[in-house]
Every structure is written in C-alpha cells, then in structure tokens.
Antibody, heavy 117, light 107 residues
C-alpha cells in the first residue's frame, strides 16, 4: 500500500538550513507528483511546492528564494531543503502524494521542526 | 493567488446535530475543492474532493455542496468521532491554497 514517511532534524537553529527526507513505498516516484505542505501556528496549512513525476519542480513564491525540492528515484526518496530558517518556520512538515483524482490524496505522518537557538 | 475564506473558525455542536462549514473562494475555482479532516497529532485526511465527491472510506453522513463561490461541508448527524479540525483546499490553480480551518467540538 501507499506509504510516506518524513524524517527531519527536529531542532534547527535560526539562519540554518532545513533538510527533510520523505521515503515512500508502494508506488514509483516517476508516476506521481510529490508535494510538500507545512503547518505552522502562525499560518496554518501552507502548500510549499512539488516535484513532478518527470522531475521538474514548482514552488510557492512565498518560499521560492529559499526552497529546493529534489528526489532520488533509486532510493524512493524526495528531499526538501529550505535555507535561512526563521522562528516562524517552526511547524510540522508533510510530504504528500497526489491521488489519481485529486492532489494531496496521501500524506506522511509529518515531522515536527522547531527553529530555535 | 486564490484566497479561501473559511467559516466559522470554531464551533461546538451536539451529537446528532447537522453541521455545516463553509469556504468562499476569491475567484472561480470550478469545483476544484477538497475538504480535509485533521485529528490531533494526525495528518489531514481527504474527505470530499471535486467539491461533492466522497473520498474512499468516508462515511455517507459527510457531503459537499457548492453555491456560487461558496463551498460547504455538511455532516448530517454528528458523531463523536467527527471531533476534529476541518480544512478546505482549492486546487484550481497553483499555488494551492487552504482555508484557515474550523475546529469542531462536541458539546
């Protein structure tokens, strides 16, 4: 069955770079878009960006200058990197896969990221 | 960007009540709207897609409707397990945008 699991650092210092890995199983990354969504106390749920089945990416302009999404299809992993972190970036970060009928049909459990010194 | 205005931000209702939550889109989104349910500590779960279609495994007491730019999620007879946050999402265009959420509590 479709499974997604995020792993992240937990705690990141302000100005540093966040790296999160989403490991998937039950499907191929070359067949589906993979999305990143975060949930923060200040702004709620925010769509961050996606990587297409073909490997190209699109980003929310809110994050565009500091966000990067990539993947390793051989390892069934998708990566999120975001630099210049601020305390407002504290929240839960989710990877999600589109279903056949609509986006964000399957979600990982999320990983909590705290930005603090 | 398309703005989704969700109301109410919170509500409480009794078991068996009919409950309605609404999202208003700032521009035409067709029916490209999803309703998610999110329980504490859990990921959002899609309940309704394309405004009116029930997602797999969702109880039939949940339904979605549209009136102009207003999209509604209705629970016909509230059960205790429905206590959760509910979020709408438009997927007519990127960036995808969410409503601000509704916290549903049981009286």
């Amino acid at each position: 069955q479709v499974q997604l699991k995020e792993t992240g650092p937990g705690l990141v210092q302000p100005t540093q770079t966040l790296s999160i890995t989403c490991t998937v199983s039950g499907f191929s990354l070359t067949s589906y878009y993979m999305q990143w969504v975060r949930q923060t106390p200040g702004k709620g749920l925010e769509w961050m960006g996606f990587i297409r089945s073909g490997g190209s990416t699109e980003y929310n302009s809110e994050f565009k200058s500091r966000l990067s999404i990539s993947r390793d299809t051989s390892k069934n992993q998708v990566f999120l990197k975001m630099n210049s972190l601020k305390t407002e970036d504290t929240g839960v970060y989710y990877c999600a896969r589109d279903s056949n009928n609509f986006p964000l049909g399957y979600w990982g459990q999320g990983t909590l990221v705290t930005v603090s010194s | 960007d398309i703005q989704m205005t969700q109301s109410p931000s919170s509500m409480s209702a009794s078991l068996g009540d009919r409950v309605t939550i609404t999202c208003q889109a700032s521009q035409d989104i067709g029916n490209n709207l999803i309703w998610f349910q999110q329980k504490p500590g859990k990921s959002p779960r899609p309940m309704i897609y394309y405004a009116t279609n029930l997602a797999n495994g969702v109880p039939s007491r949940f339904s979605g409707s549209r009136s102009g730019s207003d999209y509604s999620l209705t629970i016909s007879s509230l059960e205790s397990e429905d206590m959760a946050d509910y979020h709408c999402l438009q997927y007519k265009q990127y960036p995808l945008t969410f409503g601000s959420g509704t916290k549903l509590e049981i009286k």
